[in-house]
């Protein structure tokens, strides 16, 4: 494991226990920087429909193919030394999986497989997401269920009886090809109970450990959100129990 994972480092710690975090990033000078150019950069973005929400989405390869100078200036602000405290290994800013997305909402849709509990993957894969315009109930935070994403016995034997049902082909419950675990929907109650909305400021960053329980938000028909979407995977070696 690299020396660069500062484990010590109070929000590591928070986010290794709880599963998320929110923290302050970017002062309001360099959040009007990197707004500026991903306003430009939108104009080169694609668009994909789900449903009646419509998503503007210009990513890496695309970023990459017009050397953006948001490389640089989220490297500036220590993007990557942020990335690599929590990650365990050394990241590159160009091999980090980016990308500047606008979604306009339509009607929220019940069968909306986003909108459902899942996890991502059985081992760490941390998201991360800094809004250029705040998060708020409107449109749609994501809800993610503090500590699931810690290893339990429970969660072991779930995972183990999941691995069956993925063999057989179990997992494709909506006729959706996708391979995430859905949740049990028993127990639906006590996620929406137990989860917290991730709301947040333009500016601030937002982690989630995607290996926890989480779902689109709920929100209203017609509003936008527009942030920086980044992923990473985590070393699978680093031990995650509480
Ligand atoms: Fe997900």
Not at 23 to 51: A, T, Y
Not at 88 to 116: A, C, P
């Amino acid at each position: 494991m690299s020396s660069s994972r500062k484990r010590e480092i109070p929000f590591v710690k928070k986010l290794e226990s709880s599963g998320y975090l929110i923290k302050p990033f970017l002062s309001n000078s360099q959040l009007k920087i990197i707004k500026e150019i991903c306003d430009e950069e939108m104009k080169f973005s694609r668009v994909i429909k789900r449903g009646q929400t419509n998503e503007l989405i210009c990513d890496n390869r695309e970023l990459l193919k017009r050397q953006s100078k948001l490389f640089d200036v989220l490297k500036n602000v220590g993007i990557v030394e942020l990335f690599q405290s929590i990650e365990g290994l050394k990241l590159d800013i160009k091999s980090l999986n980016m990308s500047i997305e606008k979604t306009k909402f339509g009607v929220s849709q019940d069968h909306d497989i986003f909108r459902q509990w899942h996890v991502d993957t059985f081992a760490s894969h941390y998201k991360a997401w800094i809004p250029l315009e705040d998060i708020n109930d409107e449109n749609f935070p994501m809800k993610y269920l503090p500590k699931s994403h810690l290893i339990t016995f429970k969660r072991l034997f779930d995972e183990w009886i999941w691995s069956f049902k993925y063999k057989k082909g179990d997992y494709n419950i909506n006729a959706i090809s996708n391979q995430s675990r859905r949740a049990n929907i028993n127990k639906k109650f006590f996620y929406e109970k137990k989860s917290i909305n991730l709301r947040a400021k333009a500016g601030t960053i937002i982690i989630a450990d995607t290996s926890g329980f989480h779902r689109r938000g709920d929100g209203k028909t017609g509003s936008e959100r527009y942030w920086l979407r980044f992923g990473f995977r985590r070393s699978p070696f680093i031990v995650k129990f509480n």
